[in-house]
């Protein structure tokens, strides 16, 4: 008989490999949502028994956690060529391509407030480039920890529409001859730019006023 993760005739079966297991999980998160990810739904998917998926994750929780972290290796921050701003202005870029990849996962896990650790690429890269920058040593996390979260705020709204919404409404006190009109940043990608700018923008702003006789940078 063959063993948990052998096939029939004992070939390694690749789909009950924890690489496999996660794999098949994130498509089916990428297709029907968290909500529709079960181990018997994996099971199905993989063509396997449900109970022998429990050898290589203990729990829903755990196989979270693992397709969350294999996301995460597939992000590549290319960060250390160019100034900071273009530094911080790829990594962002590169980021919100990986999510709007997997738009799923990623609304929920920034959801989950354990979702990125220090040693995820994301945060190690944002954090170098800060200090590159000039952030000073001890406002860094701070300061890394306000950009997540207003990045991933914004992505959130991307994914799940809002952004988009939002962007289309007039405002009230507009003619009635404008209603309907586009907004201004409706179009995703210019939108992004508008955050970047801004967000670099005030970094700037802070940098320049850390640089300057009086309080350093507004962040504690």
């Known amino acids: 008989m063959a063993t948990v993760g052998q096939a029939a005739g004992g070939r390694r079966d690749a789909r009950l490999t924890e690489e496999g297991i ?28 449900p109970m022998s998926l429990y050898h290589h994750v203990p729990n829903k929780a755990a196989l979270l956690r693992g397709v969350t972290n294999l996301v995460a290796r597939q992000f590549r921050p290319k960060s250390g060529d160019g100034t900071w701003q273009e530094q911080l202005h790829s ?5 919100r391509a990986l999510a709007h990849q997997h738009p799923n996962l990623i609304e929920h896990s920034f959801a989950n407030p354990s979702s990125i650790d220090r040693e995820d690429p994301f945060w190690t890269a944002l954090t170098g480039i800060l200090h ?22 914004y992505l959130i709204a991307e994914v799940n529409g809002t952004l988009g919404r939002l962007a289309a409404m007039q405002p009230a006190l507009e003619s009635a001859e404008s209603a309907g009109a586009p907004g201004a940043v ?35």
């Open 132 to 153: 590159t920058a000039g952030v000073p040593p001890t406002d860094v996390a701070p300061v890394a920890a306000v950009i997540t979260s207003l990045f991933s705020g």
């Open 22 to 49: 996660y794999a098949a999980a994130l498509g089916l998160i990428d297709r029907d949502g968290i909500e529709a990810l079960s181990m018997r739904k994996l099971a199905a998917v993989l063509g396997v028994n």
């Open 91 to 95: 990594v962002a870029h590169g980021f």
């Open 186 to 220: 409706a179009d995703g990608d210019r939108g992004f730019e508008l955050a970047m700018q801004t967000l670099i923008l005030g970094l700037e702003a802070q940098l320049t006023r850390g640089r300057q006789p009086g309080p350093g940078l507004a962040i504690t």
